[in-house]
């Protein structure tokens, strides 16, 4: 009797062999290169712009600096809180990962920070439109 069962080609190269972490306890991913969101650029921007409106606006020594003043510190509020929801978006993303609780406590902190300036910002302003508003 002849054998029916086909003969393997010992020349033929294996099948192409996919590699992830389940077949291979030391496969590492290739690690994805993380650039400057626009997110933090425009941050930036607004944070160093709105402080240098308020330089600007103590170095003014007219009748209009209060009111000034308290749109400055609306806007510093209003940054301030942008930037402390977004450390709270990068915080909650990190937890999803593994392997960075520096960068991820570090974001705590500066996001911390930033809703602590937020709410005295906003309470400097919330005083400052009462000052300007006074009955004369």
Known sequence: MTERRARQDPYAEPPPRYLDADDD???????RRRG?????VFLVIAVIGS????AYVLTVRETTQIPLL???AVVLA??????????LRSIWRAGLE???????ILTALVGGGAA???????????VLFQL????A
């Open 70 to 72: 308290a749109s400055g």
């Open 36 to 40: 400057i969101s626009p997110g933090v």
């Open 51 to 54: 402080i240098a409106y308020m």
């Open 98 to 104: 593994r392997g960075n609780g520096g960068t991820t």
């Open 78 to 87: 209003i940054v301030f809180g942008a930037l402390a929801v977004f450390c």
């Open 25 to 31: 306890p030391g496969y590492e991913p290739e690690e």
């Open 116 to 126: 602590i300036a937020a709410s005295g910002f906003a309470a400097a302003a919330i």
């Open 132 to 135: 300007a508003i006074r009955p």
